[in-house]
């Protein structure tokens, strides 16, 4: 993949990213903190959200084929011009957004008393296991407004809303959080001290901050959507009526990015499973290093997001080569990005992980894997950009073909045999992650370099 820079390509594309890596840091800044708090009670509490974590990501997943069936669609009419047809993908966004986020909510909390006990947590983790999931479930049709309309700005060229409302919705969290899990106390700041209520909720004073920030940003959007000024602004005078070929192009883009999502996410359910059999200290290690891994790939998402809408949009203009460029350029961004963060996990593993937990062995087991995975980050941002691009083409099948073999056929596959018949502890799940992490990028490097990608931009050329 040789690269030929533009400058007016490498200006515009870091215009799109910069928000939306800014965004990525911001939360990942917030979620850190989060996890901080929950981890100053104890091993037991990071455990109870950790065996739930899984879960919400498989939720999250869900929700975000609907962000990527219609976002993808919003590119391409923006690129071909066509204001109308913008507004109708839109408005068929907002009614599948409603539809799925109060089916998948339903569905999760008629389970969400026996999903902890799947998972396999203890009875030490069950009772704040439980009630976590519980109330996040509550918020999920606000999530999934959230992911869908975030992708749709995103798509439109607008990076700097979903930034600044998912920045301050995390922000809102850090604050609920310090409000509802602790107790009421004195605290001292240099020679001053502050009396600071406080609900003493713990675990479930943690649901239902992140409950609350959630919904929020989804009411928040919706009154975007509807209210601001701007040529894709759409009323609610205007006709809902499902539209047979927008739905169906939305089903097509979103059904393997549902497919990956499920694969991904059943895949972290099966090794959180397995990393539950190592015993407590394991699952809040394991849960740790999570957390703090994601500040090395969170550049990357946010270039992602601008190869999705640069790809897209130039597609829609009938531009083939500035499609191309765009997505080789955004490639070695990401890499490049991905690389740095990958050397910043490594240097400071045990300073990341001291900051989520008080425990000495979930510390130090936590910096081996984080120390561990540094080496795949660089494939791995590669991989995150390039399923981007290629997304942005309409090719959403072959990173779900991806995940199926590198998920499937690699990482559920190697872990037991690392744990079983070579008898190692955690690392084994994290090597091999790291060998499925560098699988993934080697595969999107070729796919995007064979440019058979190319063939499925008729998903979107009979956007009308």
Known sequence: MTLSINKSQLRHLMLLSLPAIAEQFLMTMVSYVDTAMVGSLGANATAAIAVTASSTWLIGGI???AGVGFSVQVA????????????????????LALLIGVSVMTICLSISHSLPVWLGAGEEILSDARAYIRIYMMAIPFNCINGTFSAILRCMGDTKTPM???????LLNVVLNFLL????????VFDLSFWI????????????ASAISMALVGLILLLIIFRRKSPYQIHLKESYRPDKAVISRAVKLGTPVLLERLLMSGGQVFMTRMVSGLGTVALAANHVAVTAEGISYMPAFGVSFAATTMVGQSLGAKNLDDAQAYGRLSGWIGTLLSTFMGVILFAFSVPLSTIFSSDPAVIALSARMLRLVAFAEPMFGLSIVLSGALRG????????????LCMIGLRCTLAPFFIFVLHMDLAAVWLAM?????????????????????????NLADAK
């Open 197 to 208: 209520p406080g609900a003493g909720l713990g675990v479930t004073g943690a649901a239902i």
């Open 63 to 65: 929700l975000s084929a």
């Open 164 to 170: 600044r409302l998912n920045t301050g919705s995390n």
């Open 434 to 458: 790291d060998i499925d992490l560098i699988a993934r990028g080697i595969l999107c490097f070729f796919r995007f370099r064979s440019k058979k990608y190319l063939k499925y931009t008729s």
């Open 393 to 404: 083409a309409g090719d959403t099948r072959y990173p779900m073909f991806v995940s199926l």
């Open 76 to 95: 391409y009419a923006v690129g071909a011009g066509e204001v109308d047809n913008v507004k109708k993908i839109i408005r068929q966004a907002l009614l």
């Open 181 to 188: 899990i602790f107790p009421s106390r004195q605290i001292r």
